[in-house]
């Protein structure tokens, strides 16, 4: 009967007049008070928690919200990160590029051509190969400048260097040394095969037409020598230079090869 007696029920029994004079009456009385006392306890206990619940679950709620914001903002800084690491080392190419090019015709510069001459010189002597150096220069190329511009002289410079490549293997590099000059590297050359290429770069060179009226004739004049081994690399290239100077005092638009 206890477990099914609800709590106005019990109340009520307590109250009625029949059993005022029941002497466990007070003692019932006292357990009543302190079990509403306890059930409210509970009821303020269960109360806190709920509230700690839904404290906890809108903090928790609060966080997660915070820490997507957080990520979405580090990853647009990581892409912005990347993308500006990116521009630098574009920006670091395209310096290079300037650096070691020359900007007219985009050949390689004095610069490259020294540290690759620097190379392949160790390269010759590391496998015993031979190694041809050649200087060539325009001839007479002051008149196309006075007579039709420099325009016309940078473009001629221009198509010149293209030509000039367009004779050469993948291995072997071609440079602007000075205004109009031009110097070779052959890696793995003799000078029988240094002086067959030369005399097909110069027949390239004969072969363009600057202007649609055919009065510029284009000619070039090449010094040809090898790399001596362990000689300095000053040796050579001014070898180079005194078979040039030759060429041209023999009147031009031809080679000379120094031992
Ligand atoms: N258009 C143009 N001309 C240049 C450039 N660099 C040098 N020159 C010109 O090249 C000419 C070289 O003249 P010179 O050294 O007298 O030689 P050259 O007229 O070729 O005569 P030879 O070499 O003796 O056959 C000069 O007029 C320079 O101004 C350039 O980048 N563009």
Known sequence: MTNSLT?????????APEHQDNPLLPALKLLRKREQAHQQRLERLLR???????????????????Y????RRLEKITRISDRYQQNLLE???ELKEVALHDPLTGLA????LMSRLHEE????????????????????????????????GDKALCMMAKAIEQQLREVDLCARWGGEEFMLLL???RSEQAIHTVE??????????LRDDKTVSLSISAGITQYHANEAMDVTINRADGALISAKQNGRDQWQWAK
């Open 121 to 152: 010189i160790e390269r010759s002597r590391r496998h015993l190969q031979p190694l041809s150096v050649v200087m060539l220069d325009v001839d007479h190329f002051k008149r196309i400048n006075d007579v039709f511009g420099h325009d016309v």
């Open 91 to 93: 920006l670091n190419e």
């Open 7 to 15: 709590d106005t029920e019990l109340d009520r029994l307590l109250q």
């Open 48 to 66: 806190i928690s709920d509230c700690s619940d839904d404290l906890a679950r809108t903090q928790t709620h609060e966080l997660l919200h915070q």
């Open 68 to 71: 997507d914001k957080q990520l």
């Open 200 to 209: 097909r770069v110069m027949q390239a060179i004969r072969s363009l037409q």
């Open 187 to 189: 890696p793995e050359t």
């Open 109 to 112: 510069n004095r610069r490259l």
